[in-house]
């Protein structure tokens, strides 16, 4: 690599629009300005940091985890909307994408991630964690089933959140839910089974 390239690479990297954040085993090991300052955390701040502290909660920090497994060992692709925590506690929407660099042998050991603040179109309602891991999941468009199985409860469950949900945003279906909470695009919700 000639030093010209060397020095866009690094250019690349410190001027993206979107937070760019390298990990190992869910740990930050480099990460650009934009992805510090979206969280609210110095340059610098959070490397060797656990990904733990950038959660709502350390029980989405561990969930979060399995869904993003398979379908790295699939496709090497990875994508999401979730609620995250700035360093002052305040939630706020990011879209993550994500690529592992040990996509066969374990994905998350070494893994590249951008993330992009949708603060600007989509605000944080109050919601448990709970009631915030079905909407992410009704969100992506997944089943009762689907969701019951990712988060390891009865599918019965996620109809009764979902219920709940429903009827405390007056909302008739999983599309005008989504559309209460913040603006989810509808599109991903075209699967409400």
Not at 35 to 48: K, N
Not at 158 to 173: I, S, W
Request: hydrophobic content about 40%; proline content about 4%; glycine content about 6%.
């Amino acid at each position: 690599m000639t030093e010209l390239t060397r020095e866009l690479n690094e250019t690349a990297f410190r001027h993206a629009p979107v937070g760019i954040v390298m990990t190992a085993t869910r740990v930050i090991k480099a990460c650009n300005p934009a992805f510090s300052q979206m969280f609210g955390y110095d340059e610098g701040e959070l490397i060797d940091q656990s990904f733990a502290i950038l959660y709502p909660s350390f029980e989405e920090f561990l969930r979060i985890r399995n869904v993003g497994v398979e379908p790295l060992k699939k496709s090497n692709r990875y994508s999401d909307e979730r609620i995250m925590a700035r360093k002052d506690g305040s939630l706020f929407w990011v879209r993550v994408r994500g690529h592992s660099l040990t996509r066969e042998d374990d994905p998350l050991r070494q893994a590249v991630w951008s993330f992009a603040d949708l603060s600007a179109e989509r605000t944080v309602a109050e919601l448990s964690t709970r009631e915030r891991q079905i909407v992410m999941h009704l969100g992506e468009g997944r089943t009762s089933k689907e969701i019951a199985r990712t988060l390891s409860i009865s599918p019965r469950t996620v109809e009764a959140y979902r219920a709940r949900l429903l009827k405390k945003y007056a909302a008739g279906n999983v599309a005008e839910l989504l559309s209460h909470l913040g603006g989810m695009p509808p599109i991903n919700a075209l699967r409400t089974g």
